[in-house]
């Protein structure tokens, strides 16, 4: 089992910057990637970016030259920069870690919230 535990969300102004954090807990050696979701309102869940333990990185299109996601050496944390911020960055943001199993572990979200 593997908890993870999100932290940074908030209000912010169109131009604006927030940092999440997400730390995991539990049998943290089971985890294969780590990244970010998010889900706005009447809207699916779409991935943000995400990192694998080999450190290869993936991010959406929309987020691509603003958002940074970053491990720690130990490989239990994953942060996400988010710089330049829009209106329609405004959603739940998730936390996510896969097994190398495939099994998916979730956060419980934290609130990014930009206004124009």
């Known amino acids: 089992q593997v908890q993870l535990v999100e932290s940074g969300g908030g209000l912010v102004q169109a131009g604006g910057s927030l940092r999440l954090s997400c730390a995991a807990s539990?049998?943290?050696?089971?985890?294969?990637?780590m990244g970010w979701y998010r889900q706005a309102p009447g809207k699916q869940r779409e991935l943000v970016a995400v990192?694998?333990?080999?450190?290869?990185?993936n991010y959406a299109d929309s987020v691509k030259g603003r958002f940074t996601i970053s491990r720690d050496g130990a490989k239990n944390t994953v942060s996400l920069q988010m710089n330049s911020l829009k209106p329609e960055d405004t959603a739940v943001y998730y936390c996510?870690?896969?097994?190398?199993?495939?099994?998916?572990?979730w956060g419980q979200g934290t609130q990014v919230t930009v206004s124009s």
């Open positions: 996510r870690a896969a097994a190398r199993s495939g099994f998916g572990y």
């Open positions: 990192a694998t333990n080999g450190g290869i990185t």
């Open positions: 539990g049998i943290i050696s089971s985890i294969n990637s």
